[in-house]
């Protein structure tokens, strides 16, 4: 069987001869179907490139919410930081406070303070389940505190005069210089316990009375130079020593705040600081764990 032919005439214009191209019906057959597998690529190509841009897009804005997401988190993360911190003063100065109340400390329901997580930890993002433990915890903890801070308002409510005694104001602006235990003299060198703690400032700087009482004794001692004692009641005696003067007498009641002497340099003393005792029933105690607010400002 004769196969089929086609046929093009190519005229190019009317002076110039006719072109005639014979082409077999095969060529023209696999010359549509190589354009059609041409075409059918491009549209799978162009189909391909609009769904990887599509892709793009979406992990684009994917990328974004996930970024928000962690800054959102972050944030969140820093507000339960900050409040574990206020509840951990809170537990701190409930502690305090039974303390210097002579409520049983064994019964306070407060969690430990946990370490500060170090720079790596910080890094990662914790989950929303470890988020959640850390809620419930905090939840636990500040109505446990709130339940203590409350045992201690009732008993505090029943005892304004005791409260009234409790030298909770340092005596003096300065610095602290020596601390309260055993420590080496600065005056010998031996091994002795401080009974007080020392502060520092400039002579003259005024000495005031951390809580009302009454002045039992204002004269020059062996080693404390020119000092004051005060008896505040409940068996709480405040002694300073090493003062340049006195502002007030023997027998004299003072309130907190009241101006009792000016800082000084007497008695065995290496400069000019105030020596600042708590004793409670003739016992020694450190003062600041007393010291719930700054020295006053008045002169």
């Keep these: 069987m004769k196969s089929r032919t086609y046929t093009i005439l190519i005229v190019p214009d ?21 354009c059609g597998f041409l075409m059918m690529i491009a549209c799978m190509m162009f189909l391909d490139y609009w769904f990887v841009m599509g892709q793009i ?5 994917l990328k974004q919410e996930n970024r ?22 809170m537990k701190n100065f409930s502690t305090r406070l039974k303390i210097i109340m002579h409520i049983d400390t064994q019964s306070i329901p407060m969690t430990a303070p946990q370490a500060a997580p170090n720079d790596d930890a910080r890094l990662e993002i914790p989950s ?36 009234a005694a409790l030298p909770t104001r340092q005596p003096a602006e300065g610095y ?9 003299s600065p005056l010998g060198g031996r091994i002795k316990m401080h009974e007080g703690v020392d502060i ?29 004692i005060i008896n505040h009641g409940y068996g709480i005696e405040t002694w300073y020593g090493h003062l340049r003067g006195f502002a007030v007498k023997l027998g004299e009641q003072v309130k907190r705040g009241t101006k009792i002497a000016t800082l000084g340099n007497s008695g065995r003393s290496t400069g ?28």
């Design 14 to 34: 009317r002076h110039a001869p006719t072109r005639r191209i014979v082409l077999p019906s095969w060529v023209i057959h696999g010359a549509s179907i190589v």
């Design 57 to 61: 897009g979406e992990n684009r804005e």
């Design 68 to 89: 928000d997401l962690r800054q959102q988190v972050q944030a969140f993360q820093n507000h339960v930081d900050a409040i574990e911190e206020t509840l951990d003063r």
């Design 128 to 163: 929303p389940e470890q988020l959640q433990q850390r809620l419930a915890l905090m939840l636990s903890t500040s109505q446990k505190a709130e339940a203590t801070l409350q045992d201690v308002y009732e008993v505090l409510s029943d005892k304004q005069s005791f409260l």
């Design 176 to 184: 602290f210089t020596s601390g309260f235990g055993v420590r080496s």
């Design 200 to 228: 520092a400032n400039r002579p003259g700087t005024p000495v005031h009375a951390p809580a009302d009482g009454e002045v039992i004794y204002a004269s020059a001692k062996p080693g404390y130079g020119l000092t004051i």
């Design 272 to 299: 000019p600081h105030v020596h600042y005792e708590v004793r409670v029933h003739g016992y020694p105690v450190d003062p600041r764990s007393y010291i719930f607010e700054d020295a006053l400002h008045e002169n």
